[in-house]
């Protein structure tokens, strides 16, 4: 079986004064107010592309699935790459790559998270950071790690819950607050969910 190997990252970036820029460890202390409205160099976020591209390689080289572009019309968008399992009780994968440069990845049928979260100079966010934690969301979903829920309450009120787990750590959980809108497409996914083994989405088939 194929192993996964992440590709080699980015330059450094230099200030004025020629020096390099240490991301992630900028701040002593609260970031300045004007940081929050500022993302300097958003190209050192570019690696996560490469990274992701490789991921969708190795999931194609180890896995059941099938992987196709997708047509869109989202804007800041570059591609959209579907990966789907071959077991429908196994989360598929939609890698959105943006002009930021970024990369959104939703799992599942309600879970997206983007990388990098922000890119603000406040957060001084990392692309090493970001990489860790997609491939950390990426190798959940194929091992079988990841699970998601949708409970209706009265009305037209949902909670969307979800929860990734490490190989062999904790886990990190989470949901979005009641006011969720209720529709056809969103009770839909809550039936397919409810008939997951165990509630939780399963490892895709190698």
Not at 52 to 57: F, R, V
Not at 111 to 122: I, L, N, T
Not at 169 to 181: C, D, E, I, K
Request: charged share 25%; net charge negative.
């Amino acid at each position: 079986m194929p192993k996964y190997t992440r590709p080699v990252g980015a330059r450094p970036f230099l200030d004025e004064s020629g020096a390099v820029i240490d991301y992630g460890k900028r701040w002593d202390g609260s970031p300045p107010d004007d940081s929050y409205s500022r993302v300097s160099n958003p190209k050192r976020f570019a690696p996560l592309q490469n990274i992701a591209d490789a991921l969708i390689e190795h999931l194609r080289l180890t896995y059941l699935t099938d992987v196709a572009a997708l047509e869109h019309s989202m804007p800041d968008t570059a591609k959209l790459i579907a990966v789907t399992p071959e077991h429908l009780d196994a989360a598929p994968l939609v890698f959105r790559f943006t002009s930021f440069p970024g990369v959104e990845i939703r799992a599942g049928v309600r879970y997206r998270e983007a990388f990098p979260f922000c890119g603000c100079d406040a957060c001084d966010e990392t692309w090493g950071d970001a990489a860790d934690e997609m491939e950390r969301l990426v190798f959940a979903v194929s091992d079988g790690r990841f699970g998601e829920r949708i409970v209706l309450a009265n009305g037209d009120s949902a909670r969307v819950e979800h929860r990734v787990e490490s190989a062999g750590q904790g886990g990190r959980a989470g949901s979005t607050a009641h006011g969720v809108q209720v529709d056809p497409e969103l009770r839909a996914h809550a039936a397919r969910l409810d008939r997951l083994p165990n509630g939780r989405w399963q490892a895709w088939g190698r």
